[in-house]
Each structure stands twice: as C-alpha cells, then as structure tokens.
Nanobody
C-alpha cells in the first residue's frame, strides 16, 4: 500500500506557473505508474497527465499538452506536475494517483491509491 500527499497548489494569475508535488510513502513509487487528475466544481474527475513506472513513458490530456509536464524522481519517491501558461479553465482540485500497472492510463478506475488533493485557482 502507498500513501500519497499532494502539495504546491495555490492562487495564480492567468499565464502564470505552478509546480505540484506528490510525495509517496509506504512503498516506493517505482512500483507504480502515476497519474494526475483534476476535478472542477460540478464536473467529473478528469485525467491530466500520467507517467510510467520508469518515467520513460508519459501521457497527457490534449488540453494540457505543451503547457504541463509530468516527471518523477524515484529516489525521492516524488512525482511532479509542472504547469505553465495557466488558464482559468485549469482551476480545479488536483489529485495524484498510483496504479500498479507499469504504464499510466486515462481511466481513474485503474488507479488504486489517491491523495487528498490540492486546490489550484487561476484567476486575476
């Protein structure tokens, strides 16, 4: 079992940047593909980005391609989401998730472990 804790959320102006972190404990992150999801009020939770166990494979939702970058530091048991050129539509609670499969997938039901979420608000 793994415990996940997100951090790095906050209020940022449109066009700004934030870096989210997801720290894992209990088991090493090398055992899991990792994903970031987000959920805005009134909306379903949606996939944002994913990364394979090794870090060699990444996956992005079309709406964040070219703006967001997912990465992992397995030595620190931490996964990151660098978010640039933020837009008001990016406002949501962002969740980190872990999946025992080697490759990240789009489907939230495939992920066994979830963090508590961190709020990102993009507003002027």
């Amino acid at each position: 079992q793994v415990q996940l804790v997100e951090s790095g959320g906050g209020l940022v102006q449109p066009g700004g940047s934030l870096r989210l972190s997801c720290a894992a404990s209990g088991r090493t992150t090398t055992d899991y593909a990792m994903g970031w999801f987000r959920q805005a009020p009134g909306n379903e939770r949606e996939f944002v980005a994913g990364i394979s166990r090794s870090g060699a494979g990444t996956l992005y939702h079309d709406s964040v391609k070219g703006r967001f970058t997912i990465s992992r530091d397995n030595a620190k048991n931490t996964v990151y989401l660098q978010m640039n050129s933020l837009k008001p539509d990016d406002t949501a609670v962002y969740y980190c998730a872990a999946d025992r499969r080697p490759m990240a997938t789009w489907t939230s039901a495939n992920y066994q472990y979830w963090g508590q979420g961190t709020q990102v608000t993009v507003s002027s």
